[in-house]
């Protein structure tokens, strides 16, 4: 199973995720994330055997009671790339400082601890709670996606964090498919 830890933007947000994406149109060697299954990814798990779930279901359990964080509202807008605006391979939405990003970090930070003391890889790199609307496959369009990323500040939306997500990632030829193996409740 191919396993990563999520807060999944409502689908009331999914048209503006969808307006966020268009600023991009024009870019060439972008490939767009589909809209409707946006989200924030917390831990990236990887290839997992089935009979890892039950120590996957303790960490997320002991992270939340860790971190502390009840149900909160999260505001994602605001565009950024990684690794660097001169290399990009992804444009992403950010949760926004003032809307929810101390309290998204921290429950990463504690899910990041309790995977890690159970074995799973450590990330190679900090957290930073965003939102992936685009891959960049060849620089064809980064004049285009620089622009963008330093002139405009959209917001995308607001919504209610109450829950994490367990979530089992599928490769198709269409694109990844999710699907929820676990929901994990903050309060």
């Keep these: 199973m191919r396993?990563?830890?999520?807060?999944?933007?409502p689908d009331s947000l999914t048209e503006s995720v969808e307006a966020a994406q268009e600023r991009f149109a024009d870019a060439e060697g972008l490939r767009f994330t589909?809209?409707?299954?946006?989200?924030?990814?917390?831990?990236?798990?990887?290839?997992t055997d089935e009979d890892r779930l039950e120590d996957i279901h303790e960490a997320l359990e002991a992270a939340i009671a860790a971190a502390d964080v009840d149900s909160y509202d999260?505001?994602?807008?605001?565009?950024?790339?990684?690794?660097?605006?001169?290399?990009i391979s992804v444009v992403w939405a950010g949760v926004r400082d003032d809307g929810g990003a101390a309290k998204t970090t921290t429950l990463a930070e504690a899910i990041e601890r309790e995977t890690v003391?159970?074995?799973?890889?450590?990330?190679?790199?900090?957290?930073?709670?965003?939102?992936t609307i685009a891959r960049m496959d060849d620089a064809r369009g980064k004049d285009h996606v620089q622009r963008?990323?330093?002139?405009?500040?959209?917001?995308?939306?607001?919504?209610?964090?109450?829950?994490?997500?367990?979530?089992?990632?599928?490769?198709?030829?269409?694109g990844p498919r999710y699907e929820t193996v676990r929901r994990y409740p903050l309060d």
């Design 3 to 9: 396993l990563f830890v999520s807060i999944d933007l």
């Design 34 to 47: 589909d809209p409707s299954q946006a989200h924030v990814t917390m831990k990236f798990l990887g290839d």
């Design 74 to 87: 999260a505001t994602v807008g605001g565009f950024g790339v990684f690794p660097s605006i001169e290399y």
């Design 117 to 131: 003391e159970r074995g799973f890889d450590p990330e190679d790199h900090s957290f930073t709670p965003h939102v």
């Design 148 to 174: 963008v990323v330093r002139e405009k500040d959209p917001d995308i939306g607001t919504f209610r964090v109450e829950e994490i997500r367990l979530k089992q990632s599928t490769l198709t030829n269409d």
